[in-house]
């Protein structure tokens, strides 16, 4: 008897037990699934590179989970054919209007200029091109070396910092294996502004780039250097002029008065005279 009543409260126990796993594991389910369904995005079918254009393709639906939507994504591909690609895109990746150039520009560098920035392209060689190393993106300072019409010394100066390479010869991307090209024009994006100090520098005098790590962005204040301020350069030392001044001219002494010579006055005595000084 005591058997039989261990044995049904087992048996209820057993059953309690699988009723609260089933209710906990519907539970789960229900807070782990989307809210609503699932999203559909155009997503590219295949790899993409920057310049390419989308066709019909290139581009495939993806589902997309409801509970976290993409800001600028596109529900449909109405629209996309014939934008271009500015980044390049992995198969399967949703496509976002950010990594699209705008609607109805035309494939070119122009695509790759930011709204308010400007390409401009100066003349390079192995030497001011670091030897091949400046690729599309890498980040330069410019540098030029020229002469004013007031200091006999000639003098460097840096006219633009972190400054990013979007081309250089006719290239718009890198090598893939990042070997160096030499190239004879390297293509700036810059400001308004700084366009402006790069076309009178290089009007001015030899430019040069300064390769400078992609992350760093600080911007340095320096001055400019001159000739005479490099190290083993005499910087040549005024000498001092001497001055003869002419020796003070005394005053000649006035020469003495002339002493008046008294008059003789000759007396005669009856028969004899006598001269007599008169003053």
Do not use: C
């Amino acid at each position: 008897m005591v058997a039989r009543r261990l044995i049904i409260a087992l048996a209820l126990s057993l059953a309690g037990s699988a009723l609260f796993t089933f209710w906990l594991g519907k539970k789960f389910s229900r807070n782990s699934a989307p809210a609503g369904g699932e999203l559909h995005y155009v997503a590219t079918a295949q790899n993409l590179n920057a310049g390419d254009v989308l066709t019909p393709s290139t581009l495939k639906l993806v589902a997309w989970p409801s509970n976290a939507p993409l800001e600028g994504a596109f529900p449909k591909p109405d629209g996309l054919m014939g934008r271009i690609v500015l980044y390049p895109l992995a198969a399967g990746e949703p496509v976002i209007e950010r990594q699209l150039a705008a609607a109805g520009s035309s494939a070119g560098l122009s695509m790759k200029i930011p709204d308010g920035m400007r390409a401009i392209s100066l003349r390079s060689d192995q030497v001011v091109g670091v030897a091949g190393f400046l690729l599309p993106g890498t980040h330069v300072d410019v540098l030029v070396t020229y002469h004013s019409p007031n200091m006999p010394d000639s003098i460097t100066s840096t006219v633009l910092q972190d400054a990013q390479i979007i081309a250089t010869g006719q290239k718009m991307e890198p090598d893939p294996e990042g070997k160096p090209t030499n190239t004879d024009v390297v293509t700036l994006l810059v400001n308004p502004e700084d366009a402006e100090k790069v076309v009178e520098a290089s009007a001015q005098g030899s430019v040069h780039f300064v390769l400078r790590n992609g992350s760093d962005h600080q911007q340095l204040n320096s001055q400019p250097v001159q000739l005479s301020q490099l190290g083993g350069v005499p910087v040549a030392a005024k000498k001092a002029v001497a001055v003869s001044r002419p020796e003070p001219v005394k005053a000649a002494a006035p020469a003495p008065a002339p002493v008046p010579k008294p008059y003789v006055v000759e007396m005669i005595y009856g028969d004899k005279s006598s001269p007599e000084n008169v003053k």
